[in-house]
């Protein structure tokens, strides 16, 4: 499996780790930056297009991170394609693919350490989503916003 992953500085020192974990198991990793800390970059210019990639299925899922997640997780959002979800506990890692497709996982690096961080992300790596009619319906839904506002 492909995995990107990108972080500004506040999720960097985490990402570097969760990078060296996911290639240690055996995936692929891409690295969409940052590729140093830096205080004054932007979460964006690394989480769009880690979120472009997975759209476009040249990466398989994505991992990004900022400080708290939070920015990430929007801003992976605006991307068509994208179902990104900010993540602290194990069932929303495997639920939120299952029930919701969630192809980005999101992150704070200054909220989860490391080992719960790659728990979390081990658990949505493996989750697979369900297909359920019911599940599936939702996703068309969220799916139907993106090419134009709908009334549900």
């Known amino acids: ?6 972080s500004d500085h506040g999720g ?14 055996a995936y692929e990793v891409v690295d969409f930056g940052a590729l140093q800390p830096s205080p004054g970059d932007d979460y964006p210019d690394y989480v769009i297009p880690l979120a472009r990639a997975v759209a476009a299925g040249t990466v398989d899922r994505g991992v990004a991170l900022c400080g708290s997640g939070v920015g990430a997780s929007i801003c992976a959002n605006k991307v068509a394609g994208v179902r990104a979800g900010l993540i602290h506990d194990v069932f929303s890692a495997h ?6 497709d969630m192809n980005v996982f999101s992150l704070g690096g200054q909220v989860i350490g490391p080992a719960l961080a790659w728990e979390l992300i081990q658990t949505f790596l493996k989750a ?3 297909g359920a009619e019911r599940h599936q319906r939702r996703v068309d839904k969220v799916k139907a916003l993106e090419v134009h506002e709908v009334a549900l």
């Open 1 to 6: 499996m492909r995995v990107g992953i990108a």
């Open 95 to 100: 639920q939120g693919v299952e029930d919701d």
């Open 12 to 25: 960097f020192v985490l990402k570097e780790q969760i990078a060296k974990l996911l290639r240690d198991a």
């Open 128 to 130: 697979r989503f369900s």
